[in-house]
């Protein structure tokens, strides 16, 4: 699959935002409300949509302050994950905010999502450490909805120094 990729430094249309946050919603149990969403693609975050044939397919958020990224958020329409979309954003991403001067990049990701802590381990981020009951759940038991909270594992890249 060829991705295409995106870069906002400036907000995204609206187009490109509400396709966004369409795929936001399916990834996240307690998605942000648009109005959030959109301030996300405004200095000092920076937005990269990927695409593919004219259609946004994922998206992530970074923020940069000082020397350090944060990865806000990131996700992949359910109908094209495992297919390298998640890999070419982080990669954008990293290389992007290193050319921006960033040193290091943080991020939080469920414990429960393997696949993204897979990928964020083979991009060089390392697990610094475990914030308790971080994350709120959501599963169905008997037909009733039940919440919950589980842990988030804080990582971090560093940029290499030779």
Known sequence: MAVKLKLTPEKGTEAEIAHAHTIHQQAQVVPWKLSTFEDCFTKPYYGVFAYENEQVIGYAIVLEVADEAT??????????????????????????????????????VRESNLAAIKLYESSGFEHIETRKNYYTTKSYEANSLRTGKENAKIMKWSKAVY
């Not at 890999?87 to 290193?98: G, H, K, W």
Request: no cysteine.
């Open 71 to 108: 990865l806000m958020d990131i996700a992949v329409d359910d109908a094209f994950r495992g297919q390298g979309v998640g890999r070419a954003l982080v990669d954008y991403v990293l290389t992007a905010s290193e050319q921006n001067g960033m040193i290091e990049m943080w991020l939080e």
